[in-house]
């Protein structure tokens, strides 16, 4: 079983503070998107391929890492980047795992 | 408009079955690898299940042998068939297209608003 941890559980920032959010994988892993959700809604794709960003995605995302530590910054926060957010590891077997999430609030 | 739309969630008894669908506009299922993803109430996301572009099925233990998943390419729809449900299984159930390259494209670009299936008696 492959484990994603994800780090820290709740982190607190304030609008204009730069955020950085970890993943982890138990296993190497060569696919990893990180997901923005907000309370109601649906996931949104913010990067795949641990540093593509999806469309429509502001450049204020970024992505990086490999192997089994991944890095999902942002940039300067803007109010409405306040939500859930959630690593992807994809391809292999099982073929998609996903973190427990962390909790981005504003501070 | 590329979206897609969940129906068939609902209240049902412990062992019980309920089929879920979603139904795509916009691209093609078969021309896309489709899953389902799910979320407990106040919990985190869970795969479930994935069918790839190419037919084959893969599903996440939790649910072997008890979900179905399957399409209809003649409607352009997606099915989750749950059998033998669990009070473990309620969730709101979200269907999704892997749409980005390169990759397995099994990350997810298109959701749809997702239906609650709740299990109790």
Same mark, same amino acid.
């Given at each position: 079983?492959?484990?994603?941890?994800?780090?820290?559980?709740?982190?607190?920032?304030?609008?204009?503070?730069?955020?950085?959010?970890?993943?982890?994988?138990?296993?190497?892993?060569?696919?990893?998107?990180?997901?923005?959700?907000?309370?109601?809604?649906?996931?949104?794709?913010?990067?795949?391929?641990?540093?593509?960003?999806?469309?429509?995605?502001?450049?204020?995302?970024?992505?990086?890492?490999?192997?089994?530590?991944?890095?999902?910054?942002?940039?300067?926060?803007?109010?409405?980047?306040?939500?859930?957010?959630?690593?992807?590891?994809?391809?292999?077997?099982?073929?998609?795992?996903?973190?427990?999430?962390?909790?981005?609030?504003?501070? | 408009?590329?979206?897609?739309?969940? @129906?068939?969630?609902?209240?049902?008894?412990?062992? +019980?079955?309920?089929?879920? *669908?979603?139904?795509? /506009?916009?691209? #093609? !299922? %078969?021309?896309?690898?489709?899953?389902?993803?799910?979320?407990?109430?106040?919990?985190?996301?869970?795969?479930?299940?994935?069918?790839?572009?190419?037919? @084959?099925?893969?599903?996440?233990?939790?649910?072997? +042998?008890?979900?179905?998943? *399957?399409?209809?390419? /003649?409607?352009? #729809? !997606? %099915?989750?068939?749950?059998?033998?449900?669990?009070?473990?299984?309620?969730?709101?159930?979200?269907?999704?297209?892997?749409?980005?390259?390169?990759?397995?494209?099994?990350?997810?670009?298109?959701?749809?608003? +997702?239906?609650?299936?709740?299990?109790?008696?």
């Amino acid at each position: 079983e492959i484990v994603l941890t994800q780090s820290p559980g709740t982190l607190s920032l304030s609008p204009g503070e730069r955020a950085t959010l970890s993943c982890r994988a138990s296993q190497s892993s060569s696919y990893l998107a990180w997901y923005q959700q907000k309370p109601g809604q649906a996931p949104r794709l913010l990067i795949y391929g641990a540093s593509s960003r999806a469309t429509g995605i502001p450049d204020r995302f970024s992505g990086s890492g490999s192997g089994t530590d991944f890095t999902l910054t942002i940039s300067r926060l803007e109010p409405e980047d306040f939500a859930v957010y959630y690593c992807q590891r994809y391809g292999g077997s099982p073929p998609i795992t996903f973190g427990q999430g962390t909790r981005l609030e504003n501070k | 408009e590329v979206q897609v739309v969940e @129906s068939g969630g609902d209240l049902v008894q412990p062992g +019980g079955s309920l089929r879920l *669908s979603c139904a795509a /506009s916009g691209f #093609t !299922v %078969s021309s896309k690898n489709m899953g389902w993803v799910r979320q407990a109430p106040g919990k985190g996301l869970e795969w479930a299940s994935v069918i790839y572009s190419g037919g @084959s099925t893969d599903y996440a233990d939790s649910v072997k +042998g008890r979900f179905t998943i *399957s399409r209809d390419n /003649s409607k352009n #729809t !997606v %099915s989750l068939q749950m059998n033998s449900l669990r009070a473990e299984d309620t969730a709101v159930y979200y269907c999704a297209r892997g749409g980005v390259v390169p990759g397995p494209n099994l990350a997810f670009d298109i959701w749809g608003q +997702g239906t609650m299936v709740t299990v109790s008696s």
